[in-house]
């Protein structure tokens, strides 16, 4: 059955929420196809809803992790960790947060036999509790203030992930280009990368290296 794009005209009123079906996501991300299909590749959706283009990208993601990977279980759980670990989303409304988030995880469970493993599905449950928060995409920040704060995983050596934590506006204001004029507050949050020429930002908070199953540790 078609899932439904209205759930009510007031949340239509209030927060624009019309969901969109799932023959114009695939169109819009046949436009950035490869992109799609390549397994470390980041989105990041900023009213996510619940999470009708991220699940459409895991989904393209996944199908290339089992293609390549499927008959290993650490070469699977490897690159799915690293498919869910590199989408992101930020939406306004709690409940379509939490439903996003069930929806990617319940899809990584019922994605394969190796999806089984207790170790595999906590840590990705946990990945997921901080690539998908709830938050205003305009103000870059969540009902009580404070920054939208997202975490950036990068495998640096075999299984091993170094975790860096970003604010939402201080990632953007990185994109601006060099020369542009930046605001005071900008400037202080991101520094220049003169081998890319270009800003990058700072992180608001660094890790030790762990493991993928392990990265729960750190909370
Ligand atoms: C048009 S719906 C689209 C949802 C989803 N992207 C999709 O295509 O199915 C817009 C979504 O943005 C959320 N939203 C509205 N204002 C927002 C804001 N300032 N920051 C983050 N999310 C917002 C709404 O709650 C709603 O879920």
């Not at 023959?23 to 046949?30: F, H, I, S, T």
């Not at 019922?110 to 089984?116: E, G, N, R, T």
């Not at 704060?149 to 604010?167: H, L, N, P």
């Given at each position: 059955?078609?899932?439904?794009?209205?759930k009510s005209?007031k949340r239509v009123q209030d927060h624009g929420e019309v969901f969109?079906?799932?023959?114009?996501?695939?169109?819009?991300?046949?436009?950035?196809?490869?992109?799609?299909?390549?397994?470390?590749?980041?989105?990041l959706e900023p009213a996510c809803g619940d999470g009708?283009?991220?699940?459409?990208?895991?989904?393209?993601?996944?199908?290339?992790?089992?293609?390549?990977?499927?008959?290993?279980?650490?070469?699977?759980?490897?690159?799915?960790?690293?498919?869910?670990?590199?989408?992101y989303g930020v939406e306004l409304l709690e409940d379509n947060t939490c439903a996003c988030r069930?929806?990617?995880?319940?899809?990584?469970?019922?994605?394969?036999?190796?999806?089984?493993?207790?170790?595999?599905?906590?840590?990705?449950?946990?990945?997921?509790?901080?690539?998908i928060l709830t938050g205003d995409a305009l103000t870059m920040s969540q009902a009580d203030g404070?920054?939208t704060?997202?975490?950036?995983?990068?495998?640096?050596?075999?299984?091993?992930?170094?975790?860096?934590?970003?604010?939402l506006?201080?990632?953007?204001?990185?994109?601006?280009?060099?020369?542009?004029?930046?605001?005071?507050?900008?400037?202080?949050?991101?520094?220049?990368?003169?081998?890319?020429?270009?800003?990058?930002?700072?992180?608001?908070?660094?890790?030790?290296?762990?493991?993928?199953?392990?990265?729960?540790?750190?909370?």
């Open positions: 059955m078609a899932k439904t794009q209205i005209r969109t079906n799932e023959r114009e996501v695939n169109a819009m991300l046949d436009m950035v196809k490869a992109e799609t299909e390549r397994i470390e590749s980041r989105f009708n283009f991220l699940i459409e990208v895991l989904r393209r993601k996944f199908d290339v992790v089992t293609s390549k990977y499927g008959s290993n279980k650490s070469d699977w759980q490897h690159y799915a960790w690293l498919a869910v670990s590199s989408i069930e929806r990617l995880y319940k899809f990584v469970c019922d994605s394969h036999p190796f999806a089984v493993d207790g170790l595999f599905r906590e840590s990705v449950r946990f990945v997921l509790s901080k690539n404070t920054p704060t997202f975490a950036e995983w990068s495998f640096v050596r075999g299984d091993r992930v170094k975790r860096r934590d970003y604010q506006a201080h990632l953007l204001a990185a994109n601006a280009k060099v020369g542009e004029q930046l605001g005071l507050f900008d400037s202080l949050n991101t520094e220049y990368d003169e081998s890319r020429n270009e800003l990058v930002p700072k992180a608001v908070r660094e890790y030790p290296l762990r493991n993928w199953w392990e990265v729960a540790q750190d909370g």
